[in-house]
């Protein structure tokens, strides 16, 4: 694959302020991402004293899957105490979008550059998010249909939505298999096809639950690269976890105060809102089969979805006995996940970088280091096809990667329109216009005709806006060709009004380039950077 890099005119400052080291972000993070001195001070930090017991435990998740001997040497490497990059992401269907394998190569490339600058192991771990339990968000994807130019959404159906984590809901097979099919219906058939098809029968077949599923399709893509993955619901880790969750039940409210008061400074300092809950104690019980979020009210601690209420020392004795019935909310998951890794730096996608900032004094308030705090890659794929149509329409690819094609394709509509007609229409808008201003002289006593007069000026304004509107489209329709691949293009490059890895699939790529087109021998060696990267075949 060929690699290039461009530079997007983006609406959100946030990541050139991180890029730019700016005060009003460094006052909420502890560490500055683009000061060499930070990873150094990481690297060299004292170890938790945790690594040994979570090297074990990951070595048992992972205990089913084939690992490799850079894995193995990783998990070796974790043992002894190697500081860890890391990033999460929930189990999608078919591996969700692109951008989940995005953040695994930023893990990956970040791993290595230290690696090769520092001297000292670094390993990539992936946090799978199985503790969640909103089903809505994973339970879909999207497939782009070439021959049509559009977009269908792929979804997998069930009449009974797991209420609990996603970790503990075992899919019908045989919905998952047609739901699979619905997809490849939309993809072109390609030399390519049934060994990816293959690929993922076989991952449904032979796992029972969600993440599972998910865990041995990162497993097959990223195994060559070293990529250790855990789930954050994993029994034997909530054991790891107990003293942290025991803390966190004891002082839920210096948590939620030190939380709502970095946040209301987030706000006041311009940043935008970006947790939004109401719970004061930031942890989930798992009680009558449902994942609960458990608030403190009245000297009790409620669950959200039963009339079941406990006492402090009786959720303490649940975390002693039973602490797999525990998980993190958007607060504390962050907490939980540095409390365990010795890390250098957490990946994440632009948004969630940005609550982290909410959680600045959260991790002062339980004696846990933030790491640095980085954004992930982000890439988008370009094929022949797509570059050709971008060059006969004379197309900027930055432009069309950042704003899409709206612009472009009014520009080449109206090219092919009568100027003359335009302008004509044009003028007679603007004498209308006049006209209106000269005769609301006369009524502007009045203001019944006044009124009138408004109306009436509105309704041929109106008249004219639909004649131009309605002369357009018989020129788009005229050039349907073009007017097709201006949305071909779109649909590649600017899907759903933003970049291609946010809704195009695994399997999308997988199907047109290859099986094995992300592994360390096909897919061009990344250097992180804040800049967009452009990959093609």
């Known amino acids: 694959m060929y690699c290039m890099t461009e530079r997007l005119n983006e609406n959100d400052q946030f990541i050139n302020k991180l890029k730019n080291s700016d005060h009003t972000l460094a006052q909420f993070y502890h560490l500055d991402a683009m000061n060499p001195n930070s990873y150094i001070e990481r690297l060299e930090m004292k170890n938790n004293g945790r690594e040994v017991a979570v090297a074990n435990v990951i070595e048992n998740y992972m205990s089913d899957l084939t690992l490799t001997s850079k894995q193995i040497e990783n998990i070796d490497a974790l043992r002894n105490g190697a500081k860890v990059i890391v990033g999460g992401q929930q189990a999608g269907l ?34 799978i998010a199985g503790e969640d339990h909103d089903f809505d968000e994973v339970n879909h994807t999207f497939a782009y249909n070439s021959k049509k130019a559009k977009l269908h959404k792929i979804k997998y159906h069930t009449m009974t939505p797991p209420e609990s984590n996603v ?63 855990i789930d954050a619901n994993y029994s ?16 839920h409210k210096a948590i939620d105060s030190a939380f709502r008061t970095t946040q209301d400074q987030t706000i006041a300092n311009g940043l935008t809102q970006m947790i939004k809950t109401d719970t004061n104690v930031h942890l989930f019980l798992h009680e009558d089969d449902m994942r609960q979020l458990i608030t403190f009210k009245d000297g009790e601690f409620k669950l959200s979805k039963s009339d079941k209420t406990y006492s402090e020392s009786e959720l303490l004795t649940i975390v002693e006995e039973e602490p797999e019935r525990f998980s993190n909310n958007v607060v504390t998951r962050p907490i939980m996940e540095e409390w365990l890794f010795n890390t250098v730096a957490f990946i994440g996608g632009p948004s969630e970088i940005k609550y982290w900032a909410e959680l600045s004094d959260v991790f002062k308030v339980v004696d846990v280091s933030m790491p640095i705090v980085m954004p992930r890659l982000r890439i988008s794929y370009i094929n022949e ?49 006049k006209l209106y201003e ?21 309704i041929h304004q109106q008249q004219y806006d639909y004649l131009l509107k309605r002369y357009l489209l018989n020129i788009e329709r005229e050039n349907d060709i073009s007017m097709k691949h201006f949305n071909e293009i779109n649909e590649v490059l600017h899907p759903m009004g933003g970049l291609q890895e946010r809704i195009w699939n695994t399997i999308q790529i997988m199907n047109e380039f290859g099986i094995d087109v992300f592994s360390p021998s096909t897919y061009p060696p990344l250097s992180y950077t804040f800049d967009h990267i452009i990959l093609k075949p």
């Open 385 to 433: 096809r797509t570059e050709k149509l971008l060059k006969q329409y004379g197309l900027e690819l930055n432009k069309v990667l950042s704003q899409g094609i709206n612009e472009d394709k009014e520009r080449f509509v109206r090219a092919k329109a009568s100027s003359s007609f335009i302008e004509e229409v044009e003028n007679m808008k603007e004498q209308q216009e």
């Open 438 to 458: 000269t005769l609301k002289v006369d009524v502007s006593e009045n203001n019944d005709n006044r009124l009138l007069l408004e109306k009436n000026n509105e």
């Open 236 to 251: 034997e880790l909530r054991k790891i976890e107990q003293p942290l969750i025991k803390q966190l039940i004891q002082q």
């Open 94 to 127: 078919f591996g969700g979008p692109l951008y989940t394998l995005h953040k695994i190569f930023s893990i990956i490339t970040m791993s290595e550059e230290l690696k090769q600058k520092y001297g000292k192991a670094v390993v990539p771990v992936f946090w």
């Open 167 to 229: 970790s503990r809901y075992s899919p019908d097979k045989e919905e998952l298999n047609d739901t699979l099919n619905q997809f490849f219906q939309n993809l072109p058939e390609t030399k390519h096809s049934q060994s990816v098809i293959q690929l993922f029968r076989n991952i449904i077949d032979k796992h029972q639950n969600w993440t599972e599923m998910f865990k041995a399709l990162l497993h097959e893509v990223f195994k060559d690269y070293g990529v250790l993955l």
